[in-house]
């Protein structure tokens, strides 16, 4: 049986393919009917007699409705895609190209595709097209490349989503876990999976399908079920049996990478691994547990975000894998926005918040300076600002409210407030926020001559990147790391789900020269919990403790911030 949004989606793609032939009545008709469609609160079959006494569904998309319901498709689609055989869904994701534009790129040059349409562009041929030009030529080909690049969804999206969807699950199975790059904590996700052991598969499969916001169901099986949910996020279920449940929630948590070297590795010791376990002969030898296979495999166990084969499994072979950093070792947030500039709530309600989480110290890092964005303060500001920091301070001792901004950087990689103000500071985030389209050289200069400053104390958010938004500026970052050094200046890995930067690579080059601090960047109360996104990345990036700033006591983060700069990191 189709689905409300199957259905939808044939009659959004008619009522496409009739703009093409400048019917404009009939496709109001069409898209106003699969609006209808689209937002019915059941199953469409349930008004299958009274189909027409619904807004917008006359007699002639009724008896549609019927077909589809009867038979699984539509005779006259099929007849309009006969008529022009192009990928009109697929095309019209490419940003700017509607019908009618479809519809020439069809006749003059034969595109029935993405695929046609990107050749078509790079040969140059788009640009003469009436009513096309070069410039229309370069913007289908960044449409496309972002098209293409933006079917990856956030960390911060899908995990919350992930943790929802496993939990509704275990109330029909023995087990359930996260696998995948969600497990790995990736800071992007192509789709998610999930595995289950369960005794009533065809109960949990049919729980998972039904689930709400399930756009489509893929495949359907009793060992794997795969589904599209409304923000187009495919999620795969697989189910398998408790004694190879090890071995499944290692080979699904991969990377495909990190799996291929252990297989080599388990090959080399005459035994085979393999998603239903670790065999030597036709021996199940192990595969109940990760922790037997890694073990059997002559391995430390291997934290889930450190699978991508980056050195991981060489340094496991000797013992060597790092202890990594985790939620409970963070003792602080530095860099949080209050009601004083552009965050929502007072000093007061983060600070008690923080308290809640365990954490010994904050730093209130209100944007500062010249630029008059984001509700900057300027210096009257500030003073007004540490009266309440003190206040509280007594209040709420031995917790502790630092004193901090966040300033931006200029073109020139000046910070625009005085120095006589900034040393009044226990904290300085200097970050760039505009004239991000400078060269390599340009920028790393730039951020260069921001850490050369003595009473700066991190660079905030150090590439600028915004996930699925746009890349970050040029930088070389070898560059940064050791002028980070050099200078006695930290890095952030900035929290946002949105940010998440420095990443996970970034964070590994730049533990080699200098110390790092996660921080959430937080606009309100529950951006606090962003933290576990940035120790995510610290996590990926091999980072402990001893790398990060925010792990400290109190006392040894004041110790460490009394000490001038450039002996910070010698
Ligand atoms: P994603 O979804 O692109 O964010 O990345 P993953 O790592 O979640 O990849 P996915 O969903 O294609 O597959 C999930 C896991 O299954 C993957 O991490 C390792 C395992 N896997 C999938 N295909 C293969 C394969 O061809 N060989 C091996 N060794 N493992 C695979
Ligand atoms: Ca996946
Ligand atoms: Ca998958
Ligand atoms: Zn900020």
């Known amino acids: 049986m189709p689905s409300n949004k199957e259905i939808a989606d044939i009659f959004y793609e008619i009522a496409d393919r009739l703009e093409m032939e400048d019917e404009r009545f009939k496709v109001r008709a069409y898209r106003r009917a699969a609006e209808t469609i689209e937002s019915l609160p059941k199953g469409i079959e349930v008004y299958?007699?009274?189909?027409?006494?619904?807004?917008?569904?006359?007699?002639?998309?009724?008896?549609?409705i019927k077909e589809i319901l009867e038979t699984g498709k539509l005779g006259y689609l099929e007849k309009l895609r006969r008529q022009m055989p192009v990928d009109i869904q697929g095309l019209r994701r490419i940003e700017g190209l509607g019908p009618k534009k479809i519809k020439v790129l069809w006749e003059k040059l034969g595109i029935r595709n993405v695929e046609d349409l990107k050749k078509a562009a790079e040969q140059g041929k788009i640009r003469n097209l009436e009513g096309f030009g070069a410039k229309t030529e370069q913007d289908i080909l960044e449409a496309i490349k972002f098209a293409q690049g933006a079917t990856r969804f956030s960390l911060g999206l899908v995990l919350p989503l992930a943790e929802q969807l496993a939990s509704e699950l275990s109330k029909y199975a023995e087990r359930v876990d996260i696998c995948g790059s969600v497990r790995r904590m990736k800071d992007t996700i192509g789709d998610l999976d999930i595995l289950a052991i369960s005794t009533e598969p065809q109960k949990l499969m049919d729980v998972f399908t039904r689930l709400p916001g399930v756009a489509k169901v893929l495949l359907r099986g009793l060992t794997k079920t795969s589904i599209i949910l409304r923000n187009g996020l495919q999620v795969d279920l697989r189910v398998v049996g408790r004694e190879s449940y090890g071995s499944a929630l290692q080979y699904f948590t991969g990377s495909k990478q990190h799996n291929v070297k252990l297989r080599t590795i388990a090959k080399g010791k005459g035994m085979k691994l393999s998603e239903y376990g670790l065999f030597k002969g036709d021996e199940r030898i192990g595969g109940g547990s990760e922790e037997e296979i890694y073990k059997a495999l002559g391995l430390e166990f291997v934290p889930p975000e450190l699978r991508e084969d980056r050195g991981e499994i060489e340094a496991a072979q000797q013992g060597k894998l790092p202890k990594l950093v985790c939620l409970e070792d963070i003792k602080g947030?530095?860099?949080?926005?209050?009601?004083?500039?552009?965050?929502?709530?007072?000093?007061?309600?983060?600070?008690?918040?923080?308290?809640?989480?365990?954490?010994?110290?904050?730093?209130?890092?209100?944007?500062?300076?010249?630029?008059?964005?984001?509700?900057?303060?300027?210096?009257?500001?500030?003073?007004?600002?540490?009266?309440?920091?003190?206040?509280?301070?007594?209040?709420?001792?031995?917790?502790?409210?630092?004193?901090?901004?966040?300033?931006?950087?200029?073109?020139?990689?000046?910070?625009?407030?005085?120095?006589?103000?900034?040393?009044?500071?226990?904290?300085?985030?200097?970050?760039?926020?505009?004239?991000?389209?400078?060269?390599?050289?340009?920028?790393?200069?730039?951020?260069?001559?921001?850490?050369?400053?003595?009473?700066?104390?991190?660079?905030?958010?150090?590439?600028?990147?915004?996930?699925?938004i746009r890349p970050g500026y040029a930088l070389a970052m070898e560059r940064v790391f050791e002028k980070a050094r050099a200078t006695g200046t930290l890095l952030e890995i900035n929290s946002h789900p949105a940010r998440l930067d420095l990443n996970d690579v970034h964070a590994k080059g730049a533990i080699e020269h200098t110390m790092l601090v996660i921080n959430t960047d937080a606009h309100a109360l529950e951006h606090l919990g962003f933290i576990r996104y940035g120790v995510a990345m610290a996590r990926r990036g091999w980072c402990t403790k001893a790398n990060l700033l925010n792990t400290y006591t109190l006392k040894d983060l004041l110790s460490f911030l009394k000490t001038p700069k450039k002996k910070r990191l010698s």
């Not at 008690?352 to 984001?374: N, P, S, T, W």
């Not at 340009?442 to 400053?453: L, P």
Request: net charge negative; hydrophobic share 35%.
């Open 333 to 468: 947030d530095l860099h949080i926005h209050s009601d004083w500039s552009d965050g929502r709530d007072s000093i007061r309600r983060l600070a008690q918040k923080c308290i809640e989480l365990g954490y010994e110290y904050m730093g209130v890092c209100d944007h500062v300076g010249r630029l008059r964005i984001a509700g900057a303060l300027d210096y009257n500001g500030l003073r007004e600002q540490w009266k309440e920091i003190d206040q509280l301070n007594k209040e709420l001792a031995p917790f502790r409210i630092l004193k901090g901004a966040e300033v931006n950087i200029d073109k020139k990689g000046n910070i625009d407030l005085p120095e006589d103000v900034l040393k009044q500071l226990d904290i300085v985030v200097a970050s760039i926020h505009f004239g991000f389209k400078g060269s390599e050289e340009e920028m790393t200069k730039r951020i260069c001559k921001a850490m050369e400053n003595p009473y700066v104390t991190c660079i905030g958010h150090p590439t600028g990147r915004m996930i699925g």
């Open 48 to 64: 299958k007699d009274n189909l027409t006494q619904l807004p917008g569904i006359g007699e002639a998309i009724a008896k549609k």
